[in-house]
């Protein structure tokens, strides 16, 4: 059985942590393999695991080491969930968590913690609340510093403070991240007095076994109540442990969505919440009765959830890995949720005292309260969902992302609290909602709101004003309503409509005090077909080249909601708009499935700007797509083929850059070039391209966008032009790549984004001119264009090369005669005239003279030689002195062919002045361009 471990030193985290500007990361790790062992009565099995603290996950970044907070405020996240309104005794007890005690549990020392959380306190306006820091079994002989731990520790300790600002914080650091050890430091901390939650934002793949140790998370025998809060983890599926525990609330991710006030905007479930069904536990009975969406045998995670976005993060107070002046750090992840649902909880065992109950026992009490508490304490999570495999969405009631749901905590505390039964107690906590579950889109349906108090009994005095109000923003609710003494505390409003299928949620508020409120899932399925529209639009292609991606077609009803029942209906499309006179493969009628009809195979035959698409149905009339063009042209390469064999470096050798799934934008594969200097090219003649064409290819940096990627056009042994796109200094760039070195022709701004797919396009026009331009990843957006100019070189092949950035490059296409004379690239360019093929001759310099005279004869066996001179400058010195410079390219001329039969011979030499300190070598190349296309 495998564990994955996390080893890297402190130095190393810290390091990380500061190069790649997230503010957690997930370090290499090591594998260690678990050897089955039967183990007897009595025997303890340490199985030498180490334990990842939670991290931020893949992908995301925070601010770091600013010298002010970033991210929300404790008052805006108390007041988003509620904390700010719950009370106890009537109002007269602020829920702050006094008395109680909440512990953190993590590994290795943080020596700064306790001035760090009094500067995180005078930042945010909080109380010195009681804090105490001992070792994992209570002494005060701490471990070693870590600095990824250290960050974990500030978190935990300040925003359990944070939302429970009167507790006091008993930290108890484990001696390392080893299993054995964390699990000791569990220990001692349930043992503590007066600690009412446990809180654990680490954990590590489930193993064999596990069972085992769920005793850890127990309340021990004479000890008052125990809560133990665990992070779901940070990579969505499977499942992590102790998450997984049926003792422990698990507590996944959400990304809160508040106004600069901390008033609730939108709520979704965050992409790294963990989540998922243990492979090992089984199901507790508090879950049997609950609805799943998948029926399974065993523990299913998380149980709740809570913010836990980086970009909607927690500022947090860190001078061990920051300085004095730059001492904030914004962090996320489910290490942020599980320190702050025990704050919860110390304010729930708060109230539970001002009642005079014993606080809770976590697996025996709490647990199944989550899961028998009124549902309308809880926002339920209907959007987003979580990466990892499988992945998983937020839907109506419970899921594998965000469990039942986040806070709304005053709700939440009152119900863990135990408020006694009153049935007659007057106080509305909230309102109970008797509705439809289910309704169509347009329809009318009615809703029945009774006010209840904490003992779930209707309260028939209640003369309050209720607000609707609901996700679906078309909707049409009921206006605001003043109970009247003769509703008796209930009342049923009709006339309901909502227009948006999926599941919507519909809350009534009072509209003095917003924290008694009502919320219901409504699920809204899609009314009769009414009318097409293009889903996919048509994109632009080339003549005989299935568009892509496919175009679709969706049945949807009066309210532009997709008819998901429609299984049958047949749809047709032929060609609107026809600039080419061109004719529409693949029309053949495709059957709609879950109301989206596919045309995976559309090709036109003809070119031609401004083609519409007309799709039709029976009983739904016609619609138009947008308007795409069609290009004359061919694909020269996409990548698809088994090797690189076509492919050579400058230096002759195969390429290192290799074929790749993972690079791929369209078809299987692409090309991962790695970062290096180096091109690799082709030239043979199915790659060629020359003046009058425009070449396309999709780009990407894959990572970082640290360096450049350039794309070559008319490429051979002695250089190419390229567009390049260059990450580093957001340019795009057109250049000349020669042996002799590298010199811009043009360049413009361009903002590249990592991980995100360019088109670069270049019309190469018949004089020289050139215009490079970037299209978005949707292929027909401009970015940015860019213009140059030169005819250094007329023909060639095609390139790639990438500078300090990982680079992914597919499908290259040309347009043959398609760029203007001058460069435009648009269509309908000058074509070179029919003829025989002319003789390029290149002619390349390398020394310290600033200007020389070349000649080079081209000569067969007989006649005798044929001789042309040339005469050019090079570009101008820039070596410093006494260091040598090299020179650009200086000669080109164009001859014609030699009589038929004769061979062809190239001949070489310059002569210089009469400065004996100035030498040159020469490099030639002769070759014979394709003949032309008319």
Do not use: C
Request: aromatic share 8%; proline share 5%; hydrophobic share 40%.
């Amino acid at each position: 059985m495998n564990w994955v471990l996390e080893i890297w030193k402190s130095h190393r985290k810290a390091l990380a942590r500061r190069l790649t500007g997230r503010s957690r990361v997930q370090f290499p790790v090591a594998i260690e393999t678990l050897e089955l062992r039967l183990v007897l009565s009595g025997t303890s099995l340490d199985p030498t695991m180490y334990a990842n603290p939670i991290t931020q996950g893949a992908g995301t970044a925070a601010p770091l080491a600013t010298s002010a907070p970033t991210g929300y405020s404790p008052a805006q996240v108390r007041h988003a969930y509620g904390f700010d309104t719950t009370s106890f005794a009537g109002g007269t007890i602020a829920g702050s968590g006094l008395g109680m005690t909440i512990a953190i549990v993590d590994a290795y020392d943080d020596p700064k913690i306790a001035n760090d959380l009094h500067q995180f306190n005078l930042a945010f306006g909080l109380p010195d609340s009681g804090f105490t820091k001992v070792n994992q079994t209570g002494g005060t002989n701490y471990p070693q510093a870590d600095g990824g731990w250290i960050s974990e520790i500030a978190l935990d300790v300040e925003w359990a403070h944070a939302i429970a600002p009167l507790a006091n914080i008993l930290l108890v650091e484990a001696n390392d991240s080893s299993f054995d050890n964390l699990l000791t430091a569990v220990d001692y901390a349930r043992n503590a007095p007066g600690v009412v939650a446990v809180s654990m934002s680490w954990g590590g793949g489930e193993f064999q076994g596990e069972t085992a140790y769920d005793s850890h998370f127990t309340t021990p025998v004479g000890h008052t109540g125990v809560t133990f809060l665990v992070s779901s983890g940070d990579t969505g599926a499977p499942t992590s442990y102790p998450s997984a525990s049926p003792n422990v609330i698990s507590v996944g991710g959400t990304k809160l969505n508040l106004d600069a006030q901390g008033n609730f905007q939108s709520e979704s479930a965050w992409s790294g919440s963990g989540g998922g069904i243990s492979a090992y536990e089984s199901k507790p009975d508090y879950q049997k009765s609950t609805v799943m969406p998948i029926s399974t045998p065993h523990r299913a995670n998380p149980d709740v959830a809570y913010d836990s976005d980086p970009n909607t993060g927690f500022p947090v107070y860190d001078t061990f890995n920051n300085t004095a002046a730059h001492p904030w750090d914004q962090f996320g992840g489910t290490s942020d949720a599980a320190p702050q649902w025990a704050a919860l909880m110390a304010i729930a065992d708060q109230g539970r005292a001002v009642n005079g109950l014993a606080s809770l026992d976590g697996a025996s009490q709490t647990l199944p309260l989550i899961y028998s508490i009124n549902a309308a304490d809880f926002r339920d999570i209907t959007s987003g969902s979580s990466t990892g495999k499988p992945q998983y969405s937020a839907v109506a009631g419970f899921d594998f992302a965000t469990g039942r749901g986040s806070p709304i905590a005053n709700l939440v505390i009152r119900d863990l609290a135990g408020v006694p039964s009153n049935p007659g107690d007057p106080v509305v906590t909230s309102f109970n909602l008797s509705t439809v579950s289910s309704t169509v889109a347009g329809a009318s349906f009615s809703i029945t709101v009774s006010a209840i108090n904490a003992s779930h009994n209707v309260v028939p005095g209640y003369l309050g004003t209720v607000h609707f109000t609901s996700q679906d923003g078309a909707a049409g609710l009921p206006d605001d309503y003043t109970f009247t003494a003769a509703d008796n505390g209930v009342h049923t409003f009709d006339n309901l409509v909502l227009k948006t299928a999926g599941s919507q949620l519909v809350t009534i508020t009072d509209s003095v005090n917003q924290s008694v409120l009502g919320i219901t899932t409504i699920v809204v399925n899609a009314a009769a077909a009414d009318h097409l529209s293009f889903a996919q639009q048509p994109l632009d292609a080339t003549m005989t080249v299935a568009i892509t991606p496919a175009v679709t077609v969706q049945v949807q009803d009066l309210y532009g909601n997709v008819v998901t029942n429609d299984n049958g209906r047949k749809v047709s499309l032929q060609l609107g708009a026809n600039p080419g006179t061109g004719v529409l493969s693949g029309t053949t009628p495709v059957t709609v499935t879950n109301g989206v009809a596919t045309f995976s195979n559309l090709s036109i035959n003809q070119a031609g700007i401004g083609y519409t698409l007309v799709a039709s149905a029976t009983g739904l009339g016609t619609v138009t797509s947008a308007t795409f063009n069609v290009a004359s042209g061919r694909i020269i390469e996409n990548f698809e083929g088994a090797n690189l064999s076509t492919y050579r470096t400058l230096g002759g050798a195969i390429p290192t850059a290799t074929l790749s799934a993972s690079a791929a934008h369209d078809g299987n594969k692409g090309l991962l070039d790695a970062a290096g200097n180096d091109w690799i090219y082709r030239n043979d003649v199915p790659a060629t391209v020359k003046q009058g064409d425009t070449i396309s290819v999709w780009m990407r940096f894959d990572g970082s966008k640290t360096g450049m990627a350039n794309f070559g056009f008319g490429s051979g042994s002695n250089g190419t032009m390229s567009i390049a796109a260059s990450g580093q200094t957001n340019q795009v760039l057109l250049q000349i790549n020669a042996v002799n070195g590298v010199a811009n022709i043009g360049t413009a701004s361009q903002t590249w984004l990592p991980n995100h797919w360019y088109r670069l396009e270049v019309g190469w026009g018949t004089s020289g001119a050139i215009t490079g331009k970037v299209f978005d990843s949707n292929g027909t957006s401009v970015l940015s264009t860019v213009n140059g100019t030169s005819t250094l070189f007329r023909t060639g092949g095609i390139g790639f090369r990438s500078v300090n950035s990982l680079v992914d490059w597919d499908t290259v296409q040309v347009v043959s005669g398609s760029a203007v004379s001058g460069g435009g690239g648009g269509g309908g360019g000058t074509i070179p005239p029919k003829g025989p093929p002319p003789i390029h001759v290149l002619l390349t310099a390398r020394g310290v003279d600033s200007t020389s005279t070349a000649s080079v004869g081209l000569a067969t066996a007989t006649p005798p030689t044929l001789a042309i001179s040339n005469t050019a400058k090079s570009a101008s010195d820039s070596a410093s002195s006494g260091v040598s410079a090299t020179t650009s390219i200086i000669g080109r001329t164009d001859l014609s062919l030699p009589p038929p039969g004769k061979s062809l011979v190239a001949n070489s030499e310059a002569t210089v002045d009469s400065d004996s300190t100035r030498s040159f070598e020469l490099h030639d190349e002769l070759f014979q361009s394709l003949p032309s296309i008319s």
